[in-house]
């Protein structure tokens, strides 16, 4: 069982940065694809942005592409999320993700762990 949890989140000026974090209990997440994906109030869960064991690979959904990056640190059995120029439309809880497979299969949204979430609020 691989625990995932989730930092980073508060509010942000619409066009100013946040980083959120995802650390992962298993010092073995280096093993697991990592994505984000987030849920705005009365939407459904939608994918965010994947990267591969390695960190080689990613993944972006269009509406965050060019302002948001996905990155990782194994050594630190971190993943990340850099946003950048968020917009008010970006206000969600922000979950992270791990499949044991490949980043296309995180995008696919096949997940086998799931973080506790953490809320982002962007104002205009």
């Known amino acids: 069982q691989v625990q995932l949890v989730e930092s980073g989140g508060g509010l942000v000026q619409a066009g100013g940065s946040l980083r959120l974090s995802c650390a992962g209990s298993?010092?073995?997440?280096?093993?697991?694809?990592m994505g984000w994906f987030r849920q705005a109030p009365g939407k459904e869960r939608e994918f965010v942005a994947a990267?591969?064991?390695?960190?080689?690979?990613?993944y972006y959904a269009d509406s965050v592409k060019g302002r948001f990056t996905i990155s990782r640190d194994n050594a630190k059995n971190t993943v990340y999320l850099q946003m950048n120029r968020p917009k008010p439309e970006d206000t969600a809880v922000y979950y992270c993700?791990?499949?044991?497979?490949?980043?296309?299969?995180?995008?696919?949204?096949?997940?086998?762990?799931w973080g506790q979430g953490t809320l982002v609020t962007v104002s205009s």
């Open positions: 993700a791990a499949n044991g497979g490949l980043a296309a299969t995180v995008r696919a949204g096949r997940v086998d762990y």
């Open positions: 298993e010092r073995t997440l280096s093993t697991y694809a």
């Open positions: 990267i591969n064991r390695s960190g080689t690979n990613t």
